[in-house]
């Protein structure tokens, strides 16, 4: 039950964070609110990495560093551009794709054995997911190559995040580290890199006059749910429950979102909520 309240807490997190993201993209670059977000997360965090033991734990920090590059730094930054171009509904959406890509991945690379009601319903999620994505309900006009670069960064964040999660997964079974020790390490280990690659993003984010008080309190709430909060349920998820039975639990953002879609123009019909309660039915099986 600890895996499963941890994986609705992050849903709604995350759900409540990019909203304020794709709102905040209209002043600055995807990567800069990424770098925004994750230096103040991991101060948010700081005195965590005093509980770590660098030396005794490098193999498994090593690890979860990469996890932290991957997901994080990576597949972040992909999922706020995907957020700016196609909405927050349809860029959640895309993550129809991760339930079958965490249950395949846990059962090929760490011998994760599932039983069939599991695959049933991670099948039903993303059917279901995948159909909402299909309702033609959002009106915001995005030429034809924006739509597609939009799709391939929602598809590119979904890959890093379950690698990411994959690397997570083996870590917090393997080694005596907690959730929220793993947390901060990718968090610190995706600040750096994205610090090292964007210097100057950073810069001009500090110098930038367009974010007003408003939107640093925005920036400031959405960092504490969506990064702090959200990255550390997932680790809880992943500590408690295998990654395909985690992931179709966490993919159930898109029907959260349905509450803030119509902020955005994005309207919702009938087959959609018709969709997404049969998510919720796809979810039921696989847990029970």
Avoid at 200 to 229: A, M, P, Q, W, Y
Avoid at 237 to 247: E, N
Wanted: aromatic share 12%; proline share 2%.
């Amino acid at each position: 039950m600890i895996g499963f309240f941890a994986a609705i807490s992050a849903v709604f997190f995350w759900t409540f964070a990019c909203s304020i993201w794709r709102k905040e993209s209209a002043n600055l670059l995807p990567r800069q609110i990424n770098i925004y977000k994750n230096v103040l997360a991991s101060i948010f965090f700081l005195p965590v990495v005093f509980t770590i033991g660098w030396i005794s734990d490098i193999s498994s920090i090593l690890v979860l560093i990469i996890s932290g590059i991957i997901g994080i730094a990576l597949g972040d930054t992909l999922y706020i551009n995907s957020l700016k171009i196609i909405g927050t509904r349809k860029t959640l959406s895309f993550e129809a794709l991760t339930p079958i890509i965490a249950t395949t991945v846990g059962t090929i690379s760490i011998n994760e054995i599932y039983p069939q009601k599991v695959w049933i319903g991670a099948f039903i999620v993303s059917f279901c997911l995948f159909m909402i994505v299909r309702q033609n309900t959002f009106h915001q006009e995005n030429s034809r190559e924006n739509k597609i670069l939009g799709i391939l960064c929602a598809l590119g964040s979904v890959l890093c995040a379950v690698f990411a999660a994959l690397l997570s997964r083996i870590i917090l079974i393997s080694s005596a580290l907690t959730p929220l020790q793993t947390t901060e390490v990718r968090l610190l280990s995706a600040s750096i890199f994205l610090f090292l690659i964007f210097k100057n993003d950073f810069v001009d984010l500090l110098s930038n006059r367009s974010i007003n008080k408003e939107s640093h309190s925005s920036l400031v709430l959405s960092t504490f749910l969506g990064t702090n909060c959200g990255i550390l349920c997932q680790q809880i998820v992943f500590k408690f429950l295998p990654i395909g039975v985690g992931w179709t639990l966490l993919s159930l953002s898109p029907v959260f979102a349905i509450f803030i879609s119509q902020r955005e123009g994005d309207k919702i019909n009938t087959l959609t909520i018709i969709y997404s309660i049969l998510s919720f039915l796809g979810v039921s099986i696989a847990l029970i």
